[in-house]
């Protein structure tokens, strides 16, 4: 959160006292090297910064903004993602208390945010183009009426979850689409915590150990590269990412292509990933 970044500054600069028009390159660096934080942390406390020196150039606070540190003096070491194979993925929604299912179903086929499904409006379906629209999210618990890249996205609804829609319960005592039917909050919406709580023990049910996020997004979006053989630009048009790096790296697991590498057999599929 923006906040926690600017937290991190704030202390820094009280330390060190440096007019507006003083911070430059080199003074960015010390920041960046005294920051306690790993890559991405750091990365995300200089960037807090670049916005509001952005907003003290636009008010001619300054006269022009400063150079920042280079990409690679982050030292950010991108993880591999971790993912699940369809067969475990769906064996860890099966375990979860039936009543519970339908919020993780949708996730795994539709290939958005937790905070995105909790948000869901029932008025967010539409029945007559069968499609979701996305236009809310839930951040730090609130509820707030836009997505995270403030765009609307239009997602189908897959074929296997208008069977699920068929048999939820219609709750009209509430105006969000997935209703927990033990919420105690206003409009019984499934907190992010609740879904975590419901997804872990599922998991350890089953023997898996992975994170709600990563068994659902990042598997189901690593399923269709390296299980189902989607192209890139393919998976990237499912969802709605803006680069096509952010897809790719769903692609950086190819155990089956480098298996058949190994075994001297054709890779059919390496060339739909590139």
Known sequence: MWYKDLGQIMPWFKKHHYQLHEIQYDVLCRLLNDINRTGKGKKNVIYCLRRCLVHAFKSNRISSMPFFPEEKKYNIVKPIIK????????????????EHQPIFWWLKYHLRRPSEAAALHRCDYDKEQDAFFIRRTFSNNQLVQHTKTHKIHIIPCHSEFKKIIQKMPIRIDSPYFFVNPHGKNDGKYY?????????????????EDINMYSG?????????????????????MLTDH??????????????????RLLEGKQAVSLDKVK
């Open 242 to 259: 803006a680069q096509r790096a952010s897809v790719k790296r769903y692609a950086s697991v190819q155990l089956d292509e480098k298996r």
């Open 83 to 98: 993912w699940l194979p369809e067969a475990r993925q769906i064996k860890v929604i099966r375990t979860i208390p039936i």
């Open 191 to 207: 907190s992010i915590e609740t879904m975590y709580k419901i997804w872990k023990r599922a998991c350890k049910q089953v023997g």
């Open 216 to 236: 659902l997004k990042h598997s189901s979006c690593s399923q269709y590269i390296n299980e189902k053989h989607y192209s890139l630009d393919q998976v990237q």
